[in-house]
């Protein structure tokens, strides 16, 4: 019987056995950000109904904003910085954990002078990100405009 257990063994974040992605292959609306995706992608995880990713953004970057209609989990792992979740701007530090609901708009930022690392668990399967067309947009998603100025597209 062929058991697909494993670790995956990491120097200082990084993991020297897989491939290191760009965030996204195509669009604008981040900066300097990266992933490896750690389990959930090989043929020997088919078992597996989601995928564990690691993503870091530089120093002064920042994800994609962004909604969708699938949930995920994201832990905090290197660094501080904030984040669009919602209505709100939350700050951020090692160790926090953060469940994004459904149709939640977010963005994270690395916005306090380090790096921002963390681990995201989403459905393998998922429907893709939805981001505003334009300013207009923007506002009817971000309403406050205390939130709004956070945002980057």
């Not at 897989?18 to 959930?40: H, Q």
């Amino acid at each position: 019987m062929n058991n697909p257990s494993k670790i995956i063994r990491s120097e200082n974040l990084t993991w020297p056995d897989l491939e290191r992605k760009d965030y996204k292959s195509t669009g604008s609306g981040f900066r300097d950000v990266w992933r490896f995706v750690l389990f959930g992608e090989q043929e020997d995880e088919s078992g597996l109904n989601m995928q564990t990713r690691y993503f870091e953004i530089g120093d002064g970057g920042y994800s994609s904003l962004e909604r969708h209609r699938h949930p995920h989990t994201v832990v905090i792992v290197r660094g501080q910085g904030s984040m669009i979740l919602g209505d709100r701007v939350a700050e951020l530090e090692p160790m926090d954990a953060v469940y994004i609901a459904p149709e939640t708009v977010h963005q994270f930022h690395a916005d306090r002078g380090e790096p921002l690392g963390f681990i995201c668990v989403v459905d393998r399967y998922r429907d893709r990100p939805e981001i505003p067309a334009d300013e207009d947009e923007l506002k009817v998603w971000l309403p406050d405009p205390e939130v709004r100025k956070k945002a980057r597209i």
